[in-house]
């Protein structure tokens, strides 16, 4: 059965906006984006890598999704983690969109939390859910999150969407294993207890 795994970029302040170019999300007044791209190395690039290549499907919220299909959609196909985010299913919560134009994209239904168990009974790969902050309180309130894959980056923003703002659910996890990067940034894994 598939899990429902995060996988973030995050600031130590907890900050998931913008993470790759600076017009990604300027929601807020966000100036800061782009701030990945210093730390990037082998490790953080391998583990984004695997996350993608190993997956069975992708869990976007719209903002995600769209930025997603607007970048990675016209991308070298020759690259292998590009090449699965275009043959992989991506299943989209939305509130506004009603279809999904990127191949194998389908906007999930009204009942985001029947549809999303379904798939977890299904065989295959785990769903990743990538940036998505919009989607991940749902998806804690629900107990639906099987594990996380923190990239937490060496630096503090002070501003910008947090991963787990006020009100999220508590949740207990543990620790399944570390890894640090050449640049500083620490590979956080955790399960749900």
């Known amino acids: 059965m598939p899990k429902i795994v995060v996988v973030n970029f995050v600031t130590l302040d907890g900050v998931i906006q913008s993470v790759l170019s600076g017009d990604e999300d300027r929601e807020g007044g966000f100036a800061a984006g782009g701030w990945v791209q210093p730390y990037m190395d082998e490790v953080v690039g391998r583990v984004m890598s695997e996350a993608t290549t190993g997956a069975g499907g992708l869990l976007l919220g719209r903002k995600t999704y769209q930025t997603f299909a607007a970048t990675w959609s016209v991308a070298d196909q020759r690259e292998p983690a590009v090449a699965a985010l275009n043959r992989l299913p991506k299943y989209v919560v939305s509130t506004t969109l009603t279809a999904a134009d990127w191949q194998n994209s389908r906007v999930l239904g009204d009942d ?22 919009g989607l991940i309180p749902t998806l804690v309130a629900a107990d639906l999150i099987d594990q996380y894959t923190l990239l937490v980056f060496p630096l503090v923003l002070g501003t910008g969407k947090r991963m787990f703002a006020d009100g999220i659910a508590p949740t207990t996890l543990t620790l399944l294993g570390t890894e640090v990067s050449t640049t500083g940034v620490v590979v956080l894994r955790y399960g749900r207890i």
């Open 112 to 133: 985001l939390i029947a549809e999303l168990a379904r798939l977890k009974e299904q065989p295959g790969g785990d769903i990743v859910v990538f940036g998505s902050g």
